[in-house]
């Protein structure tokens, strides 16, 4: 079946410019996570989301970054104001539950370049 | 707070060698953990992971790990590898509880040459 997709694959803006980042996760999943992944930090977690609310927002690392998730299935990570260190690649996963022992599966990412 | 190592950010080997990429973690708590892969221009994918029972798990392509938890750590090991197996290996752990996130190593490369 269909795995996670996320749009645009790659997005090159300009500082302060706002951007949006899409994830569609798998068919029936509740649980969506969006991470980070950059050269000099590797992989982190962003925010969790279980249904349409996000119970666990901890890793945004800033105001300018926020994230909604509409009818329990396509989620939006918008980053305001962006800046040259938001520059990684986005990733988004989904697990059918959120229990700890579920498999997260992975979308593609969204590679952002911010000039 | 959970955390993980991993070692060796390169690991370059010769096909059909056998390898092992280090892994340890910290946590106070009782954890999972896992290993994803990562092959070139591709998204990360789950390898294997340890859920409880017996320490040692496997992969469909070979590939092992066992659960060490006096040593905190869960090495992944494949006896011999393929030119295939090129590809960015993360160890990540998590909270033995809903909703948390995977805690990832900053990886290792496997680089297979022939």
């Known amino acids: 079946g269909a795995g996670v997709s996320q749009s645009p694959s790659n997005k090159v803006t300009e500082k302060g410019k706002d951007v949006e980042l899409r994830c569609d996760p798998i068919s029936g999943h509740t649980a969506l996570y969006w991470y980070r992944q950059s050269l000099g930090q590797g992989l982190e977690f962003l925010i969790y989301f279980q249904g349409n609310s996000a119970p666990d927002k901890s890793g945004l690392p800033s105001d300018r970054f926020s994230a909604e998730r509409t009818g329990g299935s396509v989620s939006t990570l918008t980053i305001q104001r962006t800046q040259q260190e938001d520059s990684a690649v986005y990733l988004c996963?989904?697990?059918?539950?959120?229990?700890?022992?579920?498999?997260?599966?992975f979308g593609p990412g969204t590679r952002l370049l911010v000039l | 707070a959970q955390s993980v190592t991993q070692l060796d950010s390169q690991v370059p080997v010769f096909e059909e060698a056998p390898v092992e990429l280090r892994c340890n973690y910290s946590?106070?708590?009782?954890?999972?953990l896992f290993w994803y892969v990562q092959y070139p221009n591709q998204g990360l994918q789950l390898l294997l992971k340890y859920l409880s029972g017996s320490t040692l798990v496997e992969s469909i392509n070979g590939f092992e790990a066992e659960f060490n938890k006096s040593q905190t750590s869960f090495h992944l090991r494949k006896p011999s590898v393929h030119i295939s197996d090129t590809a960015e290996y993360f160890c990540a752990v998590r909270k033995n509880q809903a909703g948390t996130a995977l805690i990832f190593g900053k990886g290792t490369t496997l680089s297979v040459s022939s």
């Open positions: 996963a989904s697990s059918p539950r959120a229990g700890a022992g579920e498999t997260q599966y």
């Open positions: 946590s106070s708590v009782s954890v999972y």
